[in-house]
C-alpha cells in the first residue's frame, strides 16, 4: 500500500481553528454506500439518523493537562509534553527545545512557585520522545494541549473535553466526539438507540504520521484501552453499532480481537481488516497520510477521496475543531 495513495490537497483555509457553537451544529457529510449521493445535514440531527437497536459507543476519556511550559536552569524555554507514565513512574515525554537538553537536566516552571515541580530529563527513546522524572504535581502548572495545526488560543479549554469526559488519561481528544451534546445523545435515546462509553487513551501513536513509503510497514505506538464486559455483550446484540470516533473502533476492535477487556494496543487497521465490532462510524475529516486517514479507508474503501473532494468543494471545516462524517461499512460486521 503506497502511503502517496493516502495524500490530498488539504487548504490551510479549510482547517477550522475555532470549534463552531453550538457544539452540535457541525455539519454532518452522510453517506451511505456509493450507490447513494452523500447529503448534507448538521450532527444535531443525529437522533434522525439512528433508531432502535442502534448503539451509539462514546469515548469518554479525559485530555490530561500534559503540556507544560519549562526552563532550564540557565533560562532557556523547553515544552515537555508527558505522554503515557511507566510502571516505575517514570515518564515518556516529547521534550521540545531550541537546543539539545542533556541527560540530567532539571527543568522548572518559570516564577514563582518554580519549587513545586521538578522535571528530571533522561534518556533519548528517539522520535523527540524522552524519559523523564516527575517531582510534583504536573496538573497544577500544566495545560491542556491542542494539535500544533491549531494556531488560536482557546478561550475555553473545556471547548476541547467531550461532554462525557470522565477520567483524564489522553494527550488529545476524541475529537468526533466533541459534537455531542446531552440534548443529542439525549434525544438519540429517545429513538431507541442506546448509548455507551469505552476508554481509549489517546496518546502520539494515534496522530504520528505515516513516513513509510509503504504503509504496511507504519508501526503504531502502544495505547491503553478498557472495553467492559458488558459493553461487547451490548455490541454483540445490537443491530448496528455505530462508533463516535476511530479511537472507538481500534478500543473494539481490539478487545474482540484479543479478548480482552482492557490492555494495551497497538492495532494498526488498514487494507482488507475484518471488522467484527463495528457497523458505521462518525468521524472528523483526517490529516493527509495519517493512521486515521488509512482506517477510513479500510471502512468504506477508496470512494473516501470523492467524500473529502465533496467537503472541501462544499466548504466542510476540516481537523480537530472541523465537521464531521457518518460512514456506513462497505461489507458489514463479519
Not at 40 to 51: F, I, N, Q, Y
Amino acid at each position: 500500500m503506497d502511503a502517496a495513495a493516502f495524500d490530498y490537497p488539504l487548504p490551510e483555509a479549510a482547517i477550522a481553528q475555532v470549534p463552531v457553537e453550538p457544539r452540535s451544529a457541525a455539519r454532518l457529510l452522510v453517506d451511505r454506500g456509493p450507490d447513494q449521493p452523500p447529503t448534507h445535514t448538521t450532527v444535531s440531527a443525529l437522533p434522525e439518523l439512528v433508531g432502535p437497536g442502534d448503539l451509539l459507543v462514546v469515548n469518554d476519556s479525559r485530555v490530561r493537562r500534559a503540556r507544560l511550559r519549562l526552563e532550564k536552569p540557565t533560562g532557556g524555554a523547553v515544552d515537555v509534553l508527558l505522554l503515557d507514565r511507566s510502571t516505575d513512574g517514570a515518564w515518556e515525554a516529547l521534550v521540545r527545545s531550541s537546543r539539545r537538553v542533556r541527560p540530567g537536566t532539571v527543568l522548572t516552571p518559570p516564577g514563582a512557585g518554580a519549587e513545586d515541580l521538578r522535571v528530571v530529563v533522561g534518556e533519548d527513546l528517539g522520535e523527540g520522545r524522552r524519559r523523564v522524572q516527575v517531582e510534583g504535581d504536573p496538573d497544577a502548572h500544566g495545560e491542556v494541549p491542542l494539535p500544533p495545526y491549531i494556531r488560536r488560543p482557546l478561550a475555553d479549554p473545556e471547548r476541547y473535553q467531550t461532554v462525557f469526559a470522565a477520567r483524564p488519561s489522553s494527550v488529545a481528544a476524541p475529537t468526533a466526539g466533541l459534537h455531542l451534546t446531552h440534548d443529542v445523545l439525549d434525544r438519540c435515546r429517545a429513538r431507541g438507540a442506546a448509548v455507551a462509553a469505552v476508554e481509549l487513551s489517546v496518546g502520539l501513536g494515534t496522530f504520528r504520521p505515516i513516513t513509510a513509503a509503504d504503509v504496511t510497514d507504519h508501526r503504531m505506538h502502544r495505547e491503553r484501552y478498557r472495553v467492559a464486559p458488558e459493553v461487547l455483550e451490548r455490541c454483540t446484540a445490537a443491530s448496528r453499532v455505530v462508533a463516535v470516533g476511530t479511537t472507538v473502533v481500534r478500543a473494539l476492535e481490539s478487545a474482540v480481537a484479543t479478548g480482552r477487556p482492557e490492555g494495551d494496543t497497538d492495532l494498526f487497521i488498514h487494507g482488507h481488516h475484518r471488522f467484527r465490532a463495528v457497523d458505521a462510524l462518525l468521524t472528523n475529516f483526517h490529516v493527509p497520510r495519517s493512521s486515521l486517514l488509512v482506517l477510513v479507508d479500510a471502512f468504506i474503501g477508496p470512494r473516501w477521496r470523492d467524500l473529502y473532494a465533496v467537503a472541501l468543494a462544499e466548504g466542510y471545516r476540516f481537523l480537530s475543531f472541523g465537521d464531521a462524517m457518518l460512514l456506513e461499512h462497505r461489507w458489514g460486521r463479519r
